[in-house]
């Protein structure tokens, strides 16, 4: 079956620090995965999202970065974190638009 | 370009009543739609889904979900909750797209407190 584990599950950072939060997939190949913010009593916003290794799109502008450098393997990552940057960050992976996405645990980041 | 409405933030419900959480959408494509359940810290759990065929879904968990085309709706409902049926509830959609990764669009989640 398929898994996705995400770390760590929080995170406190001060501001201006970097960051990299992994998310890797188990059990299946070649899948879509995905980055979601969800800020406090908000829904998820779609930050990036990759079809492919090496290939990266990105829904909102803003202080992150996303890598892909494995099949299963999404990173996300900032050279400056923000305080802005706080909030519940979820990885998910999915195989098309009529099957469902899979989350991750999340992580907790905030920013001091 | 999709778009979800959950009209309702909070929904509060006593413990063996039923309940029905809210939902609309928008688009200007065919849809899939989707119901997710987040307890607390944790990510989303699947809860159904609607792909095509029969317009009542049954998921886990005692829940189900009719898919109205007309409406534009697709509301969750459940004949009798329980205590652990205390979460968020989010309502997504994704279009029908050939040849590209699925987007999904949430909703900004209903929050069911159930109480004794």
């Known amino acids: 079956s398929q898994t996705i584990h995400q770390w760590p599950a929080t995170l406190v950072q001060p501001v201006g620090s970097p960051l990299s939060l992994e998310c890797t997939v188990e059990g299946t190949s070649n899948p879509n995965l995905y980055w979601y913010r969800q800020a406090a009593g908000r829904g998820l916003q779609l930050l990036f999202y990759s079809v492919g290794i090496g290939q990266i799109s990105s829904e909102v502008p803003q202080n992150l970065s996303a890598s892909r450098p494995q099949d299963r393997q999404f990173i996300l990552s900032s050279k400056k974190l923000l305080l802005s940057d706080s909030g519940f960050y979820l990885c998910?992976?999915?195989?098309?638009?009529?099957?469902?996405?899979?989350f991750g645990d999340g992580t907790r980041l905030s920013i001091l | 370009a999709q778009s979800v409405t959950q009209l309702d933030s909070q929904v509060p419900v006593f413990e063996e009543a039923p309940v029905e959480l809210r939902c609309n959408y928008s688009s200007s494509v065919s849809v899939y739609l989707f119901w997710y359940v987040q307890y607390p810290n944790q990510g989303l759990q699947l809860l159904l889904k609607y792909l095509s065929g029969s317009t009542l879904v049954k998921g886990i968990n005692g829940f189900e979900a009719e898919f109205n085309k007309s409406q534009t709706s697709f509301h969750l409902r459940k004949p009798s909750v329980h205590i652990s049926d205390t979460a968020e509830y989010f309502c997504a959609v994704s279009g029908y797209y050939t040849g590209t990764a699925s987007k999904l669009t949430f909703g900004t989640g209903t929050r069911l407190q159930v109480t004794l």
């Open positions: 998910a992976w999915g195989t098309g638009s009529n099957q469902p996405q899979h």
